[in-house]
Structure formats: C-alpha cells, structure tokens
C-alpha cells in the first residue's frame, strides 16, 4: 500500500474525537507537529453522550491533570458549565471532589471551536479501517473511504 501522492506527511494521526482525542490532538499540534483528527462524525466531537459531567469522584483527579498541563478540558467547562458542586463535604478532604454539569450541545461546540483555531491540526470526517504497517513501525491509517494519512 502506498499513502496518498499528494498528501503531505502527518506526524501524528489521532482517531476519534472524544475527551481524549481532542485532548491528544491539541496537545500534539501545541508542540509543533502537524496532526491530524480523525472522526467518524464532525458533530460527536466532544460529544457528551450519557452523563455531561466533567471531574467527580472518579475522574476528578484526571480533569485537574489535564487542566494543569493546559488542556482545553477545564477551560471549556468553566465556559459551558450549568452547574458546579463540591461532592463529599460531609467526609474529610482527601475525598471532595469537584464536579461540573455542562450543557453538551454547547461543551462540543467550544471543543471543535478550539480544534479548528489550532495552527497545525487538521480535522476530517472519515471512519479509520486499519493501520499501515511496515513491520512494526506504523506509517499511517487507511481509511473507509480508501484513503491513506500518514508519512
């Protein structure tokens, strides 16, 4: 398989646009490298499916890691919250934890907003089928579509 003749290379693939891939995403074109976000649709990026909850017991100390090495997650959710509590006032310190309710229709619109404002990242709507091997080296994605990203 070859990539594409007129693609540029890419140095990084990230595929999907949840907490995660955003986060990676953004992360890796902040540092210079010129990205590439795939999804399978433009309007799940960030997509808050069941619970619009950012930070919690649970994942809490995840959100203020991210937030704290400049991360849009915390950014974002300051601006989209519609509610903010404390949980577990009532046992000792060690377990409070904080925790946002956002309004999902407008959390995804500022994510993909700060997605498309990154100099270095580009986002496209296609579905990834498999990587592109060269013995264990990974050289790129091929896609639904018959496309290949890569280097």
Known sequence: ????????????????????????????????????????????????????AIGGPGKGHLAREIDALGGAMGRVIDRAGIQFRMLNTRKGPAVWAPRAQADKTLYHVLVKKELEDQPGLQILQTEVLGLILKGKKVLGVKTLAGLFYGR
């Open 1 to 52: 398989m070859s990539l594409n003749k007129k693609s540029k290379p890419i140095d990084v693939i990230v595929v999907g646009g949840g907490h995660a891939g955003c986060e990676a995403a953004l992360a890796a074109a902040r540092l210079g490298c010129k990205t590439t976000l795939l999804t399978i649709s433009n309007d799940s990026i960030a997509q808050l499916s069941c619970n619009p």
